[in-house]
């Protein structure tokens, strides 16, 4: 089956840059970039895609809030998450959505290379990898759910319960909920607080 790629990333640079180094030196014609999670869907509606690469935050919001929706239409979709966002923080948070690959923008060319040769080649997550991301300390918000990760987001963002429900199309007593259990995992109390922290762990 011939391989269809679609890129989401809201840096021009970065779209340009992953473009050129699939379709010049791994080879594959015709790759899509989307720059937000709207343009996303609408590529996927259009088109069925075998491999994606997604960075986690986007203009319109985070990409776990459109991966039920990703895997609704592509149950078998190859997908890598290519961000600066600690992969402690998300890399639990996304395995119920089938994606195992996690790669940081920061990652050596040759690094990448050889991860995205492997996930193009449908291989396994690099074992060598999965070890340095088990290594990596704890972060306080490594336990929150791929559903507290999009209101985190928003809460980061300075909007508040009902903004976020309009947003995430959630009711606002369930984002006020969710915002509580938030505070708690983090041991945070208000949200000074928790912009502080994720400012000490670069999550965003």
Avoid: W
């Avoid at 336990?143 to 963002?157: F, I, N, W």
């Avoid at 509580?180 to 965003?204: G, H, M, P, Q």
């Amino acid at each position: 089956m011939q391989k269809k790629i679609l890129i989401g990333d809201d840096h021009t640079i970065i779209r340009t840059g992953m473009k050129a180094l699939l379709e010049t030196y791994f080879g594959y014609p015709g790759v899509i970039a989307a720059s937000s999670l709207n343009e996303i869907m609408k590529e996927l509606s259009r088109a069925a895609y075998t491999h994606g690469f997604f960075d986690i935050v986007l203009t319109d919001g985070t990409i776990t809030e459109i991966l039920p929706n990703i895997r609704s239409l592509y149950p078998d979709m190859k997908i890598c998450l290519y961000s600066m966002q600690p992969s402690e923080v998300y890399r639990q948070a996304v395995k119920q959505f089938g994606v195992d690959y996690y790669v940081s923008k920061t990652s050596l060319e040759d690094e990448l290379k050889t991860i995205f040769s492997k996930f193009l080649n449908d291989e396994p997550y690099p074992e060598q990898a999965q070890e340095m991301l088990s290594g990596v300390p704890d972060n306080p918000f490594s336990s929150l759910t791929a559903r507290e990760l999009d209101v985190l987001h928003y809460l980061l963002k300075g909007m508040t319960p009902s903004e976020i429900g309009k947003a995430l199309n959630l009711q606002r007593t369930t984002v006020q909920t969710l915002k509580d259990r938030i505070f708690k995992k983090t041991e945070t109390s208000n949200i000074k607080e928790l912009n502080d922290l994720a400012v000490l762990y670069n999550v965003s």
